[in-house]
């Protein structure tokens, strides 16, 4: 029976970084309200990096996201390096695009198995997963390590990188270094399986709800673009990174305090999805196989399937990241002094764009003679997909208004989870209360 | 296998939010010169040594669930945070983790925040090793998008750095 007269207010969904809501008025059937509504404070972030130096600003830009940091870092450099002119060599162009594998398996592993499974098995959060399923937690739990290892080893941190520097690295990993990690990612290809095979096993419980929509991601004709790439669409012919506000387009709305995006459509959709659906041809072979367990074929509109789109990137870029040490190891020019190619500060604009976990990020700074910033513009992907989280409940409320209400606000609060939002990744202070 | 480690955590970006990060960088300052090993992760900075004691310095920033991994690692931690307990902004305390619960302004486990509460929780469920842990808790005076501490703060360093230092005799 369709609910004739409903209310549902989520305040703060759970499982996603910082504080979003979802409202949904109906009245005597006809639907009043369908808000995503984001509520955290907006951000500041471009205005502490105005007035500082070229030499700082992807270490404090890396602070702004604890899981994406790297992808910030990446960003930051390639913008800086973009305004100066400076070109990075081969070998440091491998060891970033190992960097930005990393950070996707850091990420997507704790996504889909911290975040994801937790609503597919029933419950309400990986804790009580830990208890029913030890054997699978303990699995997500090694393949996050394996990923932080290689995060420690190529960037120097787990969190917050330091190797990495505008023009290359302060230092390489040794050979020795490198096959130990390629060891452990070869080791890791069974517990991959193991979490795929119960995703499927649990694949049915994701709803089948398909919405036309862009999606927009980085695109090369050379590899599945992450790292490098113009900025490529479903819809549109692709443009270099340079021209990444005639994509973004971002604009205000008086329900949020975040900005929306849109480009071709009413909105797009930025992150694993939408580099699948536009890059699908270029990933791995093992990935493809994943892909196809799932039936995951471009062009996919289920915005649910982004979860799946991870895993099938968990499964690339631990196949991708063994081929580029592979391609270090016979390498005998390999030298871990070479790391950084020399250059000079100097006035000019740079514009990096990087494919981190969520999506395409955008960094664009003007650099004074000095070296100074004197203006900056980050754009995150969760920003982009805001708009596109919106048009998604207009359409699937009236599909589900037939549903008992708490099984629409599970489908409501999994369809915010399934875009693995970081509205905010700024604070986390304890509160502390003494026990009784 | 390392034994000991004073960690920091926060975010250098928002003010006091990021205490842990600049105690940590005070220590390394002011702490004796580090001797560099050749087993040491590359994470971490060198071991630190003062006072005949040895311990490791991290900066674990906003890393949050990748400190159920460093945990694993030692056997005694001093964890370095900002912390609402209700005292005089800048006013350094010691909690004994079993004295206390800590709750993030969500009981779930973030990817980004550092809910320690349910990183220990998750790390007991599998069967982790859980070091001892004391917390060295800092009540801010601000929390805004600032790269500086508010003075109340700053001058806690140092006496923060005697507590944590403290805790480890």
Request: proline residues 4%; negative net charge.
């Amino acid at each position: 029976m369709v609910n004739t007269n409903l209310n549902i207010d989520i305040h703060h969904v759970t499982r996603v970084e910082g504080h979003g809501n979802i409202t949904v008025n109906v009245k005597d059937g006809k639907i009043e309200k369908c808000q995503w509504s984001v509520v955290e404070a907006p951000r500041f972030f471009e205005a502490m990096v105005v007035g500082q130096k070229w030499d700082v600003l992807h270490h404090i830009t890396s602070r702004i996201c604890g899981i994406c940091s790297i992808g910030h870092t990446l960003t930051s450099l390639k913008a800086t390096e973009s305004a100066f002119g400076i070109k990075i060599s081969p070998m440091s162009s491998k060891l970033r695009r190992l960097a930005v594998h990393a950070e996707n398996l850091q990420s997507h592993t704790l996504h889909v198995g911290y975040l994801i499974l937790p609503d597919l098995m029933g419950v309400g959060s990986v804790i009580p997963l830990a208890s029913s399923h030890p054997a699978e937690v303990n699995i997500v739990v090694g393949l996050h390590k394996v990923a932080n290892q290689m995060s420690g080893l190529v960037c120097g941190r787990t969190t917050h990188p330091q190797r990495l520097i505008p023009g290359g690295f302060t230092k390489y990993p040794t050979k020795d270094e490198l096959k130990a990690l390629r060891d452990k990612l070869d080791g890791s290809w069974g517990d991959i399986t193991t979490v795929a095979k119960l995703v499927l096993s649990l694949a049915g419980k994701l709803p089948n709800f398909t919405r036309e929509t862009e999606f927009i991601a980085l695109t090369s004709k050379d590899e599945f673009a992450l790292y490098d790439g113009l900025i490529g669409s479903t819809d549109t012919e692709s443009a270099p990174v340079e021209r990444y506000l005639e994509y973004t387009n971002e604009y205000l709305v008086p329900e949020s305090t975040a900005k929306y995006a849109k480009h071709a459509r009413k909105s797009y959709m930025v992150g694993a999805l939408a580099r699948i659906n536009k890059n699908y041809d270029r990933l791995s072979p093992k990935a493809k196989e994943v892909a196809a367990m799932f039936n995951l074929k471009p062009v996919c509109h289920n915005p649910y399937m982004n979860s799946v789109a991870q895993l099938v990137e968990i499964v690339h870029s631990t196949e991708d990241s063994i081929r580029i040490i592979d391609e270090i190891l016979a390498d005998n020019s390999y030298n871990i002094k070479n790391t950084c190619v020399e250059f000079k500060p100097k006035a000019g604009r740079g514009f990096g764009g990087v494919e981190v976990p969520r999506g395409i990020l955008f960094h664009d700074y003007t650099y004074n003679e000095r070296g100074f910033c004197e203006k900056a513009n980050c754009i995150i992907p969760t920003n982009q997909n805001h708009a596109n989280i919106q048009h998604d409940m207009e359409a699937l409320v009236p599909q589900i208004l037939d549903k008992p209400k708490p099984e629409i606000e599970l489908t409501l609060e999994m369809l915010v989870r399934a875009y693995d939002p970081c509205i905010s990744c700024s604070t986390h202070m304890l509160n502390v209360k003494f026990k009784e | 296998m390392h034994s000991t480690a004073i960690i920091g955590v926060g975010n250098k970006l928002m003010g006091d939010e990021g205490v842990g990060i600049h105690a940590i960088e005070y220590m390394r300052e002011t702490l004796s010169s580090p001797q560099k090993r050749e087993s040491q992760a590359p994470s971490r900075d060198p071991r630190f040594h003062g006072d005949d004691m040895q311990f490791d310095l991290i900066d674990a920033g906003t890393g949050g669930v990748t400190l159920l991994h460093m945990f694993e690692e030692y056997d005694r931690v001093i964890l370095i945070d900002c912390a609402d307990f209700g005292g005089t902004p800048g006013e350094v305390k010691r909690f004994d983790l079993e004295k206390v619960s800590l709750t993030n302004d969500d009981s779930q486990i973030s990817l980004h925040g550092t809910s320690i509460a349910g990183i220990l929780e998750l790390g007991k469920r599998l069967g982790k090793k859980i070091p001892k842990i004391d917390i060295v808790a800092v009540q801010p005076a601000k929390l805004d998008y600032s790269m500086d501490l508010s003075k109340e703060c700053s001058l806690s360093l140092e006496t923060i750095a005697t507590v944590a230092k403290g805790l480890l005799r």
